[in-house]
């Protein structure tokens, strides 16, 4: 790859620059072990919520709460950001984090939990955006419960990893990512691109 192309990638990455409440999150997130979304894909979500109005979020993943406070930016100021995470201090975090920022508590719904015991019990069709960056191994299981959850029209995002671009990685995460790739690309239901934004963030629409 050019320098130049590393170079435009470096500036898109950085060309919009989070809040202080999300560079906080971050770093708390940081001291748990829950990597934050960078603001490469941390803008991409607020834009993708804005774009679509999105009023019903789901996001599978909350970490300590900087892809949550990215995404309510973008949602209309009724929207509900439903998050679901198994680590409670993570969510304690979270919490914090959209107090700090000044999110009324009405509009997140922070569910402690497996993600697949918790979605299962979520209501069908009821999302205009599902957002998934938890356990790897277990995208084909979110992949089945998204295109439930999702209201024909709503869109699916996937965070990724750079790894899967090299043939040579066959490790079991980069496997399944393949694999949910692949069945997403032949899914008739979706139209779908893999941005090259952070390590890689898979967009899909349900049609
Ligand atoms: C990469 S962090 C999420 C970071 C967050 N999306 C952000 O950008 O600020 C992944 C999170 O998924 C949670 N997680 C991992 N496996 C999970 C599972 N099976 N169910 C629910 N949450 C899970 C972890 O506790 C962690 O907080």
Request: glycine content about 10%; hydrophobic content about 45%; overall charge negative.
């Amino acid at each position: 790859m050019s320098t130049q192309k590393v170079a435009a990638w470096s500036h898109a990455e950085d060309f919009v620059a989070a809040s202080e409440h999300i560079d906080a999150a971050r770093h708390r997130g940081e001291e748990l072990g829950a990597e934050s979304v960078g603001n490469g894909v941390g803008s991409v979500l607020q834009v993708l919520a804005a774009a679509i109005g999105a009023k019903a979020v789901m996001e599978i993943g909350t970490g300590a709460g900087a892809s949550g406070l990215w995404l309510l930016g973008g949602m209309p100021a009724d929207g509900i950001l439903t998050t679901i995470d198994l680590d409670t201090e993570h969510q304690r975090a979270a919490r914090e984090a959209f107090a700090a920022a000044g999110i009324a508590h009405q509009r997140t719904r922070v569910i402690a939990g497996r993600a697949l015991e918790v979605l299962p019990r979520m209501t069908d069709a009821a999302y205009d955006l599902v957002v998934v960056d938890a356990d790897k191994l277990e995208y084909p299981d979110y992949l089945t419960q998204a295109t439930r959850l999702l209201r024909p029209g709503g869109t699916l995002v996937m965070t990724w990893s750079d790894k899967e671009s090299d043939p040579a990685n066959r490790d079991a995460e980069t496997r399944t990512l393949r694999d949910v790739g692949r069945s997403i690309r032949d899914h008739d239901q979706y139209a779908v691109s893999l941005l090259p934004v952070g390590e890689g963030l898979l967009v899909a629409v349900k049609r």
